[in-house]
């Protein structure tokens, strides 16, 4: 039996039509999991600053000679310097999850240079808006992850 030309004309339409229908919902699968990816990376660097201001006030509040010192560096909180017996804030120091390298801007203490915080060099705007952690309260309303500075302030954490 021989087809006919519209017969093969409306299978090429046909044929187009699903290839649309595919490429859109491909598409809309792309642009959800692009949003799922990024929050993700949200709530790491969300972990990740959070277990700096730790670290840095853990290295803080062990002063040596009751002197309390911000670290000269990062990797001082990995083993502190001061002391004889080495002493581990973190374990190891953590990549920035926007950038995915250990890249983040120090924030330094006015008075003595030293790291008092990070943030991320990421410009993407956050998805988050709201509903941030006391501490991180000053996150509201900020146009990009580079903003949101996790910071120690003495007294902080208790």
């Not at 853990?58 to 990062?74: C, R």
């Not at 120090?106 to 988050?128: A, M, Y």
């Amino acid at each position: 039996m021989e087809r006919s030309i519209n017969d093969r004309g409306f299978t090429y339409l046909y044929l187009l039509f699903a290839i649309l229908i595919i490429g859109i919902s491909l598409s809309a699968i792309g642009k959800q999991w692009s949003f799922i990816d990024q929050r993700d990376k949200e709530e790491e660097l969300l972990f990740r600053g959070d277990q700096y201001v730790k670290a840095i006030d853990s290295y803080f509040k062990s002063a040596h000679g009751k002197v309390n010192l911000y670290p000269k560096k990062m990797e001082d909180l990995i083993k502190d310097p001061r002391s004889l017996t080495p002493r581990r804030y973190l374990r190891k120091l953590y990549t920035d999850p926007f950038t995915g390298k250990n890249d983040w801007i120090l924030v330094k203490d006015k008075k003595s240079g030293r790291i008092k915080g990070v943030k991320s060099r990421s410009e993407e705007t956050p998805i988050r808006e709201d509903g941030f952690a006391k501490q991180y309260i000053h996150f509201k309303g900020k146009g990009s992850y580079s903003e949101w500075e996790f910071v120690h302030k003495p007294g902080m954490i208790r």
